[in-house]
């Protein structure tokens, strides 16, 4: 069996656990029943020569198996995606649908959803944020709505959960400091439904225990 390695951060702010995206990478991987270990790095890593070699801006997940480095947690999720029927059914026209929500979670949802996560969880209180956040919230509404609209009657977006109702529900995760997805109560039923998947929650698990091994000392 191939031995891989999966990025991660030793510690970060309360308000990114949870959401850091080698959680993907982890979910994914139990998802198909492949083991890793993890490898936990901090601020002083980012810039180095060798993690570069792993991950060129410096960001988490560097995946790394047996001599092949990736980064980009979407293209990880895919190449493990490809060999697991967990995470994407054998049949052409399927797997060419679950690549499909793959990109949409990554690029349609996922990009009004970050602009709003750096407005309030980076640049909360600044003035020009006032003039903006109302524009952007309103682009995050268009989507869910019409996200939800595919959704209707369905429990996942395609026959079964595959790859894409993975990263679909990572991006919809991001909104959990808004009242948003509560207005699309069947997004809100999707995303409890991924989330109360049995891999979901050893991932999380994983995710979570080095933020608290690592916690910095209160002051
Ligand atoms: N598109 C990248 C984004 C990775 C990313 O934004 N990682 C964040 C954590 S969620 C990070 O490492 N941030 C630190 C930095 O950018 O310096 C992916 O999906 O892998």
Redesign the pocket.
């Known amino acids: 069996m191939s031995r891989i390695r999966v990025s991660a951060?030793r510690w970060v702010p309360p308000f990114?656990q949870g959401?850091?995206?080698?959680f993907?990478v982890r979910w994914a991987l139990e998802e198909a029943g492949l083991p890793y270990e993890e490898r936990l790095i901090g601020p002083e890593d980012?810039p180095s020569e060798s993690y570069r070699r792993l991950q060129p801006?410096?960001?988490?997940?560097a995946y790394e198996e047996d001599g092949l480095v990736m980064?980009?947690?979407?293209a990880?999720v895919l190449h493990i995606a490809e060999r697991s029927e967990a995470l994407m059914p054998v049949e052409p026209k399927a797997r060419a649908r679950t690549k499909t929500w793959m990109f949409a979670a990554?690029n349609t949802m996922e990009t009004p959803i970050q602009n709003l996560a750096e407005v309030d969880l980076f640049h909360a209180g600044e003035e020009w944020v006032k003039q903006r956040r109302p524009q952007v919230v309103e682009e995050v509404r268009t989507r869910l709505g019409e996200l939800g609209k595919c959704m209707a009657g369905r429990e996942y977006l395609e026959e079964r959960f595959t790859a894409g109702d993975l990263l679909m529900t990572t991006v919809l995760r991001i909104l959990r400091h808004t009242e948003l997805l509560a207005e699309f109560p069947v997004l809100d039923a999707y995303r409890l439904r991924c989330e109360a998947r049995p891999a979901f929650k050893k991932a999380m698990a994983d995710h979570m225990a080095p933020f608290a091994r690592n916690a910095p000392p209160s002051r």
């Open positions: 951060f990114a959401l850091v995206r080698e993907r980012q801006f410096g960001q988490v997940p980064f980009e947690s979407g990880i990554l």
